[in-house]
């Protein structure tokens, strides 16, 4: 897997000068693949494992700095285009004096860009809107290193990390919570479209790109236009990413999402060998085959499919996590995981993509909101009306209840993401931490700040905090060659696009996805464009949970988050006895968060051996890794 690691320091400080040099022969030294891709004052970057998949590094003219993943040309006509890259003089130049914002601007990808302003020293970091690569800042003597794996700086031994409780509070009772803190005091995260300003002995941090700004420019109005233009930049982003692999393995589903990408894949001009792969349970609602077969015969890929076993799934492997700077959802990755490298070893196919993203960039969720969106714009009239029999046909709401929603969210002044509607309520989790949370300014993303989202209609603070989930990139289990996930429906062209799209539109015809249905109606057999419902694997989850029940009782009931009182232990042995368990769907929320975060904390608090106590309020416990 392809990794990268940036050392930014004042070259006029003789201790983080010789400091910058013990690190560099740490790594050359390690044996992990480590080489040199650039150096300039008071700058040194490394990266590995270029010969696998997409990812290089390019410096910028003159060492200005260096661009590290995969950038792509945005005004390009064709694919080919999209990949000729030449950061040449006056390239650099415009690079440079924008602090890194005509990266934004000019290219797209899944990138993270070091620059320095040789006239003035300083130097910038730059994470791409799609955040598709992490990019993890940590500071020692005086020191920021930047890295896309937590492993390689902890491999150096020079730092000691400690668990962030405020950060894991939070986390349990919002899950997927992203904001430039993470689960280690000493680690934090550049958030997508962000730069970090080094200058001298001080750090400040400025969002270049913005979501609800792009929102807000040019609306798309007309569903026409919107149509056709959606289809374009599907499949040019689409093609873009294939263009970068020889062999890809596709997760066709049978949705909607899915089917797109592979219509994409299937002609684009790198023609690269496409494997389709499907997963399917034997509970209600998770055999999806019949939709699969029907895609992948539509366009006449290989298909292959793969029973989910509950029973081949053993949860006692997430003790082997590999470190990382805060918890991330485990259960795929821990049941698809090794088949999916396998499987891609097999078929030389360093690219694994997907259609996830897809439900919240062509807005599969929140069309009761589209009603309150055009009160916004068009104020009442018989749009208004319209927009809420759209919006009831699929909500099944109301038309009267979603036309007073409306009229209430044009008077509200403030709106706070971890409110929002959609969001799942906690039943397990201390009800006042869940309320605590909630009121607690500091755990509000960078996109949401109460002065950015004051006067912006509700439907696109929704869509907005939806296309914000980003990728693992990097594996929780192994350190090792695999394939590059790639969410191509993610990519910054499309989410600007549909983000200009209002939510009414997108509802057109009180349709989820209308546009996006529409754009591709004629490359998807009609069954798929017609489909509402939606697979789930409900059933699969709770028979994982049967089948590794005692080590998720020990785990959880006698655990840190029960014992820090973030867990309602009498609701969760509820739901951990046989006999009393209900029928619900707390069971997703038990495997897929709760056991991830206790597994997370325990891959840091007990990695010496033997539990440790809990910690009291305010204090942390530290961990000094081997050297």
């Known amino acids: 897997m392809y990794r990268y690691l940036a050392l930014v320091w004042d070259a006029r400080d003789t201790r983080s000068s010789a400091g ?36 290089e590094t390019l410096t910028l003219y003159g060492r200005s700095g260096a661009v590290f993943g995969r950038i792509f040309n945005r005004g390009a006509a064709d694919t080919a285009g999209a990949l000729r890259i030449d950061f040449n003089r006056s390239e650099t130049i415009r690079i440079v004096a924008t602090g890194g914002r005509r990266l934004l601007e000019r290219f797209w990808g899944r990138y993270v860009a070091l620059i320095q302003d040789a006239a ?76 970090v300003r080094f200058s001298g002995g001080s750090v400040s941090r400025t969002l270049e790109w913005h979501p609800l700004d792009i929102a807000r ?57 496409l494997t389709c792969l499907n ?8 055999d999806e085959r019949r939709f699969a077969r029907l895609m992948a015969g539509h366009v006449g890929a290989e298909l292959i499919e793969h029973a989910l076993d509950a029973r081949a799934v053993r949860l006692e492997r997430l003790e082997a996590l590999r470190r990382s700077a805060r918890p991330w959802f485990y259960l795929y990755e821990l049941e ?64 009267w209840s979603l036309l007073a929603a409306a009229i209430r969210a044009r008077f509200t002044r403030r709106w706070n993401p971890l409110t929002a509607a959609g969001r799942p309520e906690r039943a397990l989790v201390n009800p006042d931490l869940v309320a605590a949370t909630r009121r607690d300014p500091d755990l509000i993303h960078p996109w949401f700040a109460p002065a950015l989202t004051r006067g912006v209609p509700p439907g696109i603070l ?21 394939p590059e996930r790639t969410m191509p429906l993610l990519s910054q062209p499309l989410v600007e696009l549909c983000l200009r799209i209002p939510t009414y539109v997108l509802i057109d015809a009180g349709v989820d996805r209308a546009i996006a249905r529409r754009a591709f109606a004629s490359d998807l057999p009609p069954e798929i464009v017609h489909r509402r419902n939606k697979g789930h694997i409900d059933r699969h989850v709770r028979d994982i949970l049967d089948h590794n029940l005692g080590f998720v009782r020990e785990r959880l009931l006698d655990g840190r988050l029960v014992r820090e009182g973030l867990l309602d232990r009498t609701a969760l042995e509820t739901y951990l006895t046989p006999g009393q368990a209900p029928p619900d769907h707390q069971y997703a929320e038990i495997l897929q968060q709760h056991l991830c975060v206790e597994m997370w904390l325990a891959g840091w608090l007990d990695v010496r051996g033997g539990p440790s106590e809990p910690a009291p309020p305010g204090v942390t416990t530290t961990f000094v890794p081997e050297g």
Do not use: M
């Open 20 to 55: 910058a040099r013990l690190i560099s022969e740490r790594l050359l030294l390690s044996g992990r693949g480590w080489s040199k891709a650039f150096a300039a004052h008071g700058l040194l970057a490394f990266h590995a494992g270029l010969e696998e998949g997409a990812s």
């Open 120 to 195: 003035t020293g300083e130097a910038w970091i730059l994470r791409d809107p799609s955040g598709a690569l992490p990019c993890l800042l940590v500071s020692w003597q005086g020191i920021h290193l930047v890295c896309c794996d937590l492993e390689d700086c902890c491999a150096l031994g020079l730092q000691s990390f400690s668990v962030n409780w405020n950060y894991i509070r939070a986390l349990v009772a919002h899950p997927g919570l992203q904001l430039r803190a993470t689960g280690l005091n000493e680690v934090s995260e550049v958030q997508p479209g962000e730069r």
């Open 217 to 273: 420019r040019e609306p798309l109005i007309d569903p026409g236009r919107a149509t056709a233009e959606l289809r374009e930049t599907t499949r040019h982003c689409v093609h873009a990413w294939a263009s970068c692999y020889s062999g890809i393995v596709h997760n066709l589903s049978g949705g909607l999402d899915s089917s797109i990408v592979l219509s994409c894949l299937c002609d684009t001009p790198s023609r690269p060998h």
């Open 279 to 286: 997963y399917h349970g034997s509970g209600p609602g998770e």
């Open 336 to 399: 698809h995981g090794e088949f999916e490298t396998e499987l891609a070893l097999q078929r030389d196919a360093y690219g694994l993509f997907s259609g996830a993203g897809g439900d919240g960039v062509y807005f599969q969720t929140g069309a009761e909101l589209a009603a309150a969106d055009y009160l916004f714009d068009h104020g009442p009239g018989a749009g208004l009306l319209r927009v809420a029999v759209d919006a009831g046909r699929i909500s099944r709401r109301s038309i």
């Open 462 to 482: 929704w869509h907005t905090l939806t296309v914000g989930a980003f990728p693992a990139y990097t594996s929780s289990f192994f350190d090792g060659p695999g």
